[in-house]
């Protein structure tokens, strides 16, 4: 069994939908995680137990999602020395500004990582998670510059056919003129 690196912490289960590209780009990365649930007010023993434990389980990074007055990475970040990186998610009024300004907004010397709010910032978090770890795996840097690659060509391929589109909408109007 493969231990895990990456430890994925959300608020709620209701969190896994907009954590689920975090797990995605773990995956296609390479990268080993574990996820689990627990609350920064609900179970505030779970998850300081949870980032106690962190390091000695062989995690190396921990991922925390939550959203309203989203605290959960504060406190994961308050009780280990592995690098946080919080996710902001939405939940209740605010579009989760809310989240991502109480995720942000740490005492110095609690260092969070925040990411964008959502979706965006949970894929963000995986790929950052790779950062951290590929200092010190060099078959992970080469993933990652493949990745890293393949969102240039994503973006070239975009590029082209949006070109040929343009370009088919100004023959079509030639041609009525």
């Not at 995680?33 to 995690?59: C, D, F, M, N």
């Not at 989240?99 to 260092?111: D, I």
Request: glycine share 10%.
């Amino acid at each position: 069994m493969v231990r895990a690196l990456v430890g994925v912490v959300m608020g709620s289960d209701s969190d896994y939908e907009a954590m689920e590209p975090c797990l995605k780009y773990l995956e296609q990365l390479g990268i080993p995680w574990e996820i689990t649930v627990a609350s920064a007010h609900r179970s505030p023993q779970r998850a300081e137990e949870y980032a106690r434990r962190a390091k000695a389980r062989g995690l190396r990074v921990i991922v925390a999602g939550a959203g309203g007055a989203a605290h959960l990475a504060g406190v994961l970040a308050s009780r280990t020395t592995l690098p946080v990186i919080g996710v902001p998610l939405i939940a209740g009024q605010l579009g989760g500004l809310d989240a991502l300004l109480s995720t942000a907004q740490m005492p110095a010397g609690v260092p969070v990582a925040t990411m964008a709010i959502g979706a965006a910032g949970a894929a963000n978090a995986a790929v950052l998670a790779a950062e951290i770890l590929a200092l010190a795996d060099a078959k992970l840097s080469r993933r990652l510059e493949e990745f890293k690659h393949a969102l240039v060509a994503g973006v070239v391929k975009k590029a082209k056919a949006v070109a040929n589109r343009a370009k088919s909408r100004s023959t079509g109007r030639r041609g009525r003129a």
